[in-house]
């Protein structure tokens, strides 16, 4: 089956970090980049970073810049986001994402972890 | 590129026809996908390039638009179309619509 699955997230102090993972599967990983949206509780979708295929390009959104990292592991079939310094603002659903070969649109997504930050 | 959705909610029954619209703060040409979400589950692509239906999506769903409007049409809604649908444009940085319940 064609999937997506995150996992790591959970409740988190201010100030801690988190490191999510996105599982795929079905598919080959490897020739897609990929990224990783959030959505607040009662917020839209926003979105925190691309990763190109091999890594060679990674954009963040202007928030996640400083304290998030991405990076992807092709012989895993994995994704991953490395969250640190984090703020009650963070809270949110993460959701990874491929985005599609024929258009830049997503065309897979997970179904989100949610992450908590709160003491 | 802000995506402005309308309504938040709408309220239809089986059978009838439903529209959601996305405005785009800036021409983003024909840049727009439009996807599903049903609670618990993953959101699942319905609507690319503006018109072009994913693979496996059934024909009663539509798009249409192009620059700064866009529509998605929903005819004869089924049971299983009861959802949260939220446009997402990708011509630049992706930015999604604020999302619109379709509900009873």
């Known amino acids: 089956e064609v999937q997506l699955v995150e996992s790591g997230g959970g409740l988190v102090q201010p100030g801690g970090s988190l490191r999510l993972s996105c599982a795929a599967s079905?598919?080959?990983?490897?020739?897609?980049?990929m990224y990783w949206v959030r959505q607040a509780p009662g917020k839209g979708l926003e979105w925190i970073s691309y990763i190109s295929r091999g890594s060679s390009t990674i954009y963040y959104a202007d928030f996640a810049r400083a304290r998030f990292t991405t990076s992807r592991d092709d012989a895993k079939n994995s994704l991953f986001l490395q969250m640190s310094r984090l703020r009650a603002e963070d809270t949110a659903v993460y959701y990874c994402?491929?985005?599609?070969?024929?258009?830049?649109?997503?065309?897979?997504w997970g179904h989100g972890t949610m992450v908590t930050v709160s003491s | 590129i802000v995506m402005t959705q309308s309504p938040a909610t709408l309220s239809v029954s089986p059978g009838e026809r439903a529209t959601v619209s996305c405005r785009a703060s800036?021409?983003?040409?024909?840049?727009v996908a439009w996807h599903q979400q049903k609670p618990g589950q993953a959101p699942r692509l319905l609507i690319y390039g503006a018109s072009t239906r994913a693979t496996g999506i059934p024909a009663r769903f539509s798009g249409s638009g192009s620059g700064t409007e866009f529509t998605l049409t929903i005819t004869s809604l089924q049971s299983e179309d009861f959802a949260v649908y939220f446009c997402?444009?990708?011509?630049?940085?992706?930015?999604f619509g604020g999302g619109t319940k379709v509900d009873i």
């Open positions: 800036q021409s983003i040409s024909s840049n």
């Open positions: 994402a491929r985005e599609q070969e024929a258009s830049d649109a997503f065309d897979l």
């Open positions: 997402q444009q990708y011509d630049q940085w992706p930015t």
């Open positions: 079905g598919f080959t990983f490897s020739n897609y980049e």
